[in-house]
C-alpha cells in the first residue's frame, strides 16, 4: 500500500459509526475476545487472526458451505471461506464424511494408508505432473521444494517476485528496494538472523528483461512464483508472460516452481493446468484437501530422477525435509475425498460462472458511478481494487492502493453480513455460491456506493 497517501477525514467519522455498529451487534465476540486475552497472546491462538478491521476479533460458531455463524449467533455469508482453505465450502460433505470414517480407523501411524497409490494417481490425473510428495502445509511443501532445488541444480540463489506470498518461508521473506533493485532484509519479520536476503533475489512480476538479468549469471537454482500475485493485492500475468518466463528458465537452466495455493481458483488442475503450462514443480495447500491441513508437491519424472540420485549421493541422516504428522492417514483420507469430489470440473461450473456474475455486476456499478476503481478476476477469486486500472506488478499496487478505503469496505459489508477477505477486498466463489448470495453482495455495494462521498 502507498505509504504517501494523505489520510481521507471524511472516512473517519464513517469508519466510527461503522466501529459502533459491530460493538453493539457482537457482544459474545467482544466477551470472549476479552476472556481469550488471559491465555493466548493477543487474544487468539494464531496473532494473524486479530489482523481484520473489527474492533475486536469475530469468533466463530460455525460453518457450514458458504455461511458462516458467528458467537452472537449472526449468518455471514462467506466470500473469504478462510482465505482460500475453504474454497470448495466450510466442511464439503464428501471430506467431513471421509474425515469422520478414518478418524474412527487411525489418526496417524508414520506409515503410508492403503489410500496412497490411489491418491497418487489422483493427483496425477488432476494436476498433470507424475510424481509427488506430501506436506501439512503449503509453507513446508515450499520450505522443502527449495532445499530439492538446491541439492539437485546445486546452486545456491532463489527468485521470487517482489510481492509474492509463499507462506511462512524464510527464503521469500524478502523486500525489493525500488531504487536500486536490491534484496532487502524484511523489518517486520521477527527473530530474524539469517541473511537469507543474500540469497535471494527479487524483480517485478510482468518484467521478462529483469527477470532475464537474474537469470543470466547461473546461479538461480529456482524460481518460486505464484502464477498471479494474490497477496499483495491481485496482479495478474501480462499476456506470453509466463511461456517467455518459462523459456527463459529453461535456457538458464533454473527450475520452475509454481504455488498454486492461491490460484487453484483458476480451473480444474489449477493455473497451469488451465493455461498449459508445464512447470518443474508445483505446490498447492490451503484448499488441496478440502480444508484440512494438507499440501502437495508435484514434479516431473526428469526431476524425480535428480532428487534420488542427490538423495541416495547424501549421508544417511535428517534430510531437513518431512515432519512426522505428514501424510498422516486422516489427511490422506480427506485427500483422497477432496481429489474424487471436489477438484472436477462440476464443482468448478457454479464457482466460475458466479464469480463471473460478481465482476460483471461490480464493474457495472462502478461504471455508472463514475469511480475510478476496477475489479480483477482470475477465475472465482476476484478483487475490488481501489485504482483506475489492473496493476502489473507489487509496486503499483503500493503505489495506487488506497488501505484505508479496503478496511472500511471489509467492515461496512461484514457488518451488514457479508465476509470479505482482509487486507484487500478479496471475494471467492465456493460451489455452494449462488445468485442469491452474489445479489447480496451487490446489493450492499449499491449501499457502500452510495454512503461514500462522491
Known sequence: MSDTAPPKPWL????????????????????????????????????????????????VRQAQGVTLECADGLQHTDFCLGDTGAMFGHSPAPVAEAIARQAARGLTCMLPATQTPEVGELLAQRFGLPCWQL??????????????????????????????????????????????????????VLGQVHNHHAYTRVVPFNDLDALEAALA????????????????????????????????????????????????????????????????????????????????????DALAWRMRQAKDQAPEGHSGIGTTLTANPLTVAALHAALQHLHTPDSYRPMLAQAESLETGLLQRIRSAGRPWTVTRIGARLELQFMPHTPRHAQDVRDHGQPELEAFTHLFMLNRGVLLTPFHSMMLCAPATGEKEVQQLLRHFDELLATLPA
Not at 156 to 167: N, R, S
Not at 220 to 240: D, F, K, R, Y
Not at 276 to 296: E, F, M, R, S, Y
Open 135 to 188: 506436506a501439512l502445509t503449503a509453507s513446508d511443501a515450499n520450505r522443502f521444494v527449495l532445499r530439492w532445488a538446491r541439492a539437485v541444480t546445486r546452486r545456491p540463489q532463489l527468485l521470487v517476485f517482489d510481492g509474492c506470498y509463499h507462506g511462512a518461508v524464510d527464503d521469500t521473506l524478502v523486500d525489493r528496494d525500488p531504487a536500486s533493485g536490491a534484496t532487502l532484509a524484511r523489518p517486520s
Open 12 to 59: 473517519a467519522p464513517l469508519f466510527e459509526a461503522e466501529r459502533q455498529r459491530f460493538v453493539a451487534a457482537h457482544p459474545q465476540s467482544l466477551a470472549l475476545a476479552q476472556q481469550a486475552q488471559a491465555h493466548f497472546l493477543f487474544g487468539v491462538p494464531l496473532h494473524w487472526m486479530r489482523d481484520w478491521p473489527t474492533p475486536a476479533t469475530l469468533f
Open 217 to 300: 549469471d547461473g546461479q538461480v537454482a529456482a524460481l518460486l512464483a505464484e502464477p498471479a500475485l494474490t497477496n499483495c493485492g491481485l496482479v495478474p500475468p501480462t499476456p506470453g508472460f509466463w511461456d517467455a518466463a518459462q523459456a527463459l528458465c529453461r535456457r538458464h537452466g533454473t527450475l520452475l516452481v509454481l504455488d498454486e495455493t492461491h490460484t487453484l481458483s483458476s480451473g480444474p488442475g489449477g493455473y497451469a493446468r488451465h493455461h498449459g503450462l508445464q512447470p518443474d514443480l508445483l505446490v498447492a495447500g490451503k484448499a488441496v484437501a478440502g480444508g484440512l491441513p494438507c499440501a502437495v508437491y508435484g514434479f516431473t
